[in-house]
Each structure stands twice: as structure tokens, then as C-alpha cells.
């Protein structure tokens, strides 16, 4: 069975970091493009970043330069480390997991994590 479990989530500053976390289990994930995305009350989910698998990533404009996603393919753990945070991050953080080695939008995800919660304030 196939479950992704994503943490690290909470409440900071804005200009704070977190690293959040995902854990995989069930298959091995290096094969296939890993994504975060994330969604705010009364807000479609939005692609933050993913990685594929080659290893190249992309990101949101709007988190370019603050977040980097990375991936521990021994431990089968995605992260996305994120600094400089701002208010409007604020959202539930999730990952997924593309049945696709190198298609990475939101349709091409076959698995998702349950989320976490990442609250900013100013």
C-alpha cells in the first residue's frame, strides 16, 4: 500500500523557515516526478515544486529563490526547505507522487499525502 505522510508543518514568523518533510512508503519513488503543492481556504491547489526523475527541479514563481525541494532517494523522504516566509504561504502542504518519470502537474499525480499546515504571520 502506497502512503505518502508529510510533516514539519507549524507556525513561524514571516521571514522564518521550515523544512517540511514527506515520507514514502509502499514503493520506491526515485523512478517517478515528486511534487509539493499546497492549498489555501478558497483556493485551487497549486504546483510549488517538484523534481523529477533526473533530478531537475522547478518551481513557483512565487517561491523561487525562498524554497528548495530536495529528495533522500536511500530513505525514500522528499523535503522542501523553505525560507524567507511570507504571510501568503500560509496554506496546507502536500505531496504527491506522478505515475509519470518526468510529467509533474497536478493531473499527472497518482498519490498524495494527507497534508500539513503551514501558518505565517506578520
Known amino acids: 500500500q502506497v502512503q505518502l505522510v508529510e510533516s514539519g508543518g507549524g507556525s513561524v514568523q514571516a521571514g522564518g523557515s521550515l523544512r517540511l518533510s514527506c515520507v514514502v512508503s509502499?514503493?520506491?519513488?526515485?523512478?517517478?516526478?515528486m511534487g509539493w503543492f499546497r492549498q489555501s481556504p478558497g483556493k485551487e491547489r497549486e504546483g510549488v515544486a517538484r523534481?523529477?526523475?533526473?533530478?531537475?527541479?522547478r518551481y513557483a514563481d512565487s517561491v523561487k529563490g525562498r524554497f528548495t525541494i530536495s529528495k533522500d532517494n536511500a530513505k525514500n523522504v522528499l523535503y522542501l526547505q523553505m525560507n524567507s516566509l511570507k504571510p501568503e504561504d500560509t496554506a496546507t502542504y502536500y505531496c504527491?507522487?506522478?505515475?509519470?518519470?518526468?510529467?509533474?502537474?497536478?493531473?499527472?499525480?497518482?498519490?498524495w499525502g494527507k497534508g500539513t499546515l503551514v501558518t505565517i504571520s506578520s
Open positions: 523534481v523529477d526523475s533526473a533530478g531537475k527541479t
Open positions: 504527491a507522487v506522478s505515475g509519470w518519470r518526468f510529467a509533474c502537474g497536478i493531473s499527472d499525480m497518482h498519490y
Open positions: 509502499g514503493f520506491t519513488y526515485s523512478s517517478y516526478c
